[in-house]
């Protein structure tokens, strides 16, 4: 099977956390001997951003850890027939432009001998609907959704039996515990500040923890406006700009302890969905502490294989407890990496996606209108 998936980039992970995700499917998809391909728009804003801030050394971290993944830039406005040819499964993120989606789906209605599915990662569903009603998706064979309140949202626009829930997973090729322990200290937060969807929970959940608990923290991330900085330097945390996604792993090794402080969108009108950074943390075996965030589809076991605060006095009161009991961290190393390993991996999504494609192969199977 040809598999092609446009996405907004596969080159580059800069403010594009779908990129690990899409890496590790690819991945998992190519080792059980089908073909693919990532499609994605010259001059796309995450990739004019890496390359500005960084230049061509910014996607050596990539090259080194995905020789095998191939990508094809195409320009604006190319037809669409000849980035479609000999696909048999095409996957399109909602990250692109709504013509490109449109022009998709007519391919797919006019002929198209492929399954063609629209794939939703973020919260605009609900943050700003009309951004995603604006797609036409009334060609496409179905969506996957990345958490079950998402996929609730699809249905009541009418995908009905249509739409299935792909929850985001870590790829375990490269996001692995060290192979020999070393020294670790202090924390290490990899995020980006985005538009003030969390400016405040991270104060209360991360930099005054780590402050409290006289823990050094790392900051990794990009759009840090200089009020945000001016609150770490008051915080005393040290931030280092953007890392590459395939370098996290190194990070982590090198400290004690991470922090996930959910996005207000998914610990409120989203429950259930975590961040791709849950999977990052738990499957390179660091122990996670986490702010309020309702795992209301039973994707982990809070409290066993990360702790949960409920305000920053508890937060603290766990960060203290992670750097002063070595057995509790090796239990939450231990129970985190067991949860990865057994339900969490791309490889659990992979099987998933091509059950999802038999399912929708079977001659009873009618195609969604959208």
Not at 350 to 366: K, Q, R
Request: proline share 5%; charged share 20%; net charge negative.
């Amino acid at each position: 099977m040809k598999v092609t998936y446009f996405t907004h980039s596969l080159l580059s992970c800069w403010n594009h956390g779908n990129a690990h995700f899409l890496r590790g499917i690819l991945c998992e998809l190519q080792e059980r001997g089908h073909k693919t391909i990532a499609l994605e728009q010259k001059g796309n804003w995450s990739l004019a951003n890496l390359l500005a801030d960084n230049g061509k050394a910014g996607l050596e971290p990539f090259i080194a850890a995905y020789p095998e993944l191939r990508t094809r830039s195409y320009a604006a406005g190319a037809p669409v027939d000849s980035l479609l040819e000999g696909a048999d499964l095409v996957i399109v993120h909602e990250w692109n432009d709504p013509k490109l989606v449109a022009e998709i789906g007519e391919a797919r209605k006019h002929g198209g001998h492929f399954t063609l599915l629209f794939h939703d990662t973020h919260h605009r569903a609900v943050s700003d609907p009309q951004a995603i009603k604006t797609f036409d998706l009334s060609g496409y064979d179905g969506v996957l959704a990345f958490g079950e309140t998402l996929s609730q949202v699809y249905r009541d626009w009418g995908w009905g039996g249509r739409v299935w829930t792909w929850h985001e997973a870590a790829d375990t090729r490269v996001f692995q515990p060290p192979r020999m322990e070393g020294e670790r200290t202090g924390l290490v937060w990899i995020g980006n500040w985005g538009d003030d969807e969390r400016s405040t929970e991270l104060a209360t959940y991360l930099f005054g923890p780590a402050q409290a608990a006289a823990l050094p923290l790392d900051i990794y991330g990009v759009r840090y406006p200089a009020s945000a900085l001016k609150t770490l330097k008051r915080h005393g945390a040290r931030y280092h700009g953007w890392v590459a996604n395939a370098s996290a792993p190194a990070l982590f090794a090198r400290h004690l302890a991470t922090v996930h402080v959910p996005r207000r969108y998914y610990a409120t009108r989203l429950p259930g969905i975590p961040t791709i950074r849950v999977f990052e943390a738990l499957a390179c075996g660091i122990p996670l502490a986490s702010a309020p965030w309702d795992d209301a589809e039973g994707l982990f076991r809070p409290g066993t294989d990360y702790l949960v605060a409920n305000d920053g006095d508890e937060m603290t009161a766990h960060l203290r407890a992670i750097t002063g009991d070595p057995d509790l961290r090796r239990s939450l190393v231990e129970h985190g990496l067991e949860t990865i390993r057994t339900r969490h991996s791309c490889a659990h999504r992979v099987d998933e996606l091509l059950a999802i494609v038999a399912e929708l192969s079977e001659p009873t199977a009618a195609r969604s209108v959208g």
